[in-house]
Structures are given as C-alpha cells and as structure tokens.
C-alpha cells in the first residue's frame, strides 16, 4: 500500500515551506497493557516491515495519535481492517490488523465495519480529537490466526514510512477514553506512593471508567487531589463497610481504592491529570 502525498507547485520568488514534522510526542496509539520491539525494518516476506508492531489483548482500543481526519480502508487482504490518520501536523499514520471476529474466537465472521474494527458510531471521513477512539485491536488480513497487535505506522508530512519506535517510547499512555465533553468517573486501585494533606499519589494496578464500564490493569502513577468534601475511610475489604480516618493516615506501600468524582472526560483526564477524590478507602496493608 503506498499513500501518495498531494504536492503544490511553489509560486515564483516564494522560499518553499518546511516539510511538516511530526509532534514531538503522541499519544500512545493503544490503551492498556502492550508489548512491542523496534520490529522496524525487520524482514517480511513482503519486504522490510514498514510499521511497529504493538501486542495487546483482542478488542483493545486503538486511539488516535493526534488530532486529524480518518479514512477507513477495506480493500487490502494482506492488511485487513485498516484505516489512515491523517495528523493536524500533516503526519499521516496508519492502523493495520484490526478486529474483523465477532467473538472470543478468531472466526472471521466480522466485517471491517464500525462496532467490530471501527469504533461504534465512527464514520469515515470523520475528525477525530487526540487520544480518541478509532477502532480495536485483532488479527485481520495476513495477521490471521496469529497473535492480535497493532501494526502501526508513521508517516512524517504523508511521506516514506519512518521508525515510529522513539515515538512509542515517550507516547503518552491514556489512563482510560471517552468521548469528549461525556461525564466520567474512575475507579483506582492500586497501592499508595506517597501522600499530603490533600493528595494522594497512587502506584495504580487497575482502572474502571464509568458509565463506559471499561476495565483494564495498567501500572501507571496517578496523583489525585482529595478536597475536603472527599471522603476518606479504612475498610476491612473491598466492598465492607469503613470507618472514618485521615488522609495522612495512608501509609506508601498500603492498598487503597479511589474513587473520582463526577467530571466532564478531557484529554488531561484522560492522561491522568486534574483528578478529584469523592471516596478513598484505604485498605489493610
């Protein structure tokens, strides 16, 4: 497959623009625990592999790396379910091997449709926020029947694919999507790292967005604010009733679960930031 970048013929006397280079960071195009290798450049039977691939778990979320315009593609057996960003920095990316199964199983039964590769409800030609849903991870096309990643590529100003490699090392990882501007709350659990009159920062194994009710482990440190409406208790086990206590009760190292108050899903919230506690149960160490 080769994108071929539209091109302007510079007025006379004009000094050419700069080629557009991509952002300094993206956000990391998968949510949720991956493993991947600078695979770039390896060989293929095809040639030399253009993208990095990106395990994860089937059903993933791909997100959009940043801001731009989405085009779907079905026409590729070899690539699947796959679909073009192309980046408001004039990056164009792609997102290869998506989900085409309709169960647990690898059955092929799905087509590359919004709601099985495609995000539900996205339609092609759409624009797209940074860290936004776009599709789910599987093994369509020649990926059939093997592990579920995403192959993901980087093309700088729509040209020659480059190494996205250093871009997934310094990716911003989400801790949860929605859609912007819906109401969110999250469920933290983790264990505490250190703590102030009015903070808490979490070592957080496991997050739960509501109402998506979409669950992931992750290992990512999350400061939380704890404003004096929160409230703050020990508890025996998850789920039992607690007694009142004090935030610098918390202790590093000791178990504890928070959960966020009602706030609208921002692309800060998403990375983790401007988190408020309405409830902190701080758990038997």
Known sequence: ???????????????????????????????????????????RPGGPHQGIDILAPKRALALAAEAGKIKFWTSSATAGCMLYLYGASGTTYYYIHLNNDLTAKNDNKGKCVAGTAYAKGL????????????????NSGDADGGPTHLHFELHPNGGKGVDAYPWLQSGQHLLFASGRGTAFTLDLRGTVSAVTADTLRIKAASVTAWPMRQ???????????????????????????????????????????????AAPTTLKAERGGALNASLVSLLPR
């Open 1 to 43: 497959m080769t994108l071929v970048a539209g091109s302007a013929t510079a007025g006379y006397g004009r000094v050419p623009a700069a080629p557009a280079q991509p952002p300094q960071t993206i956000v990391f195009p998968v949510l949720g625990p991956v493993e991947y290798i600078d695979d770039f450049g390896a060989p």
């Open 123 to 138: 339609k092609n030609g759409a624009k797209v926020a940074a860290g936004q849903v776009l599709g789910y991870v599987g």
């Open 215 to 261: 669950g992931q482990p992750l290992s990512l440190k999350v400061v939380v604010n704890v404003p004096s409406s929160a409230i703050v208790q020990t508890v025996k086990g998850m789920g039992k009733p607690g007694t009142p206590a004090d935030l610098l009760d918390a202790k590093p190292g000791q178990k504890v679960q928070v959960w966020t108050g």
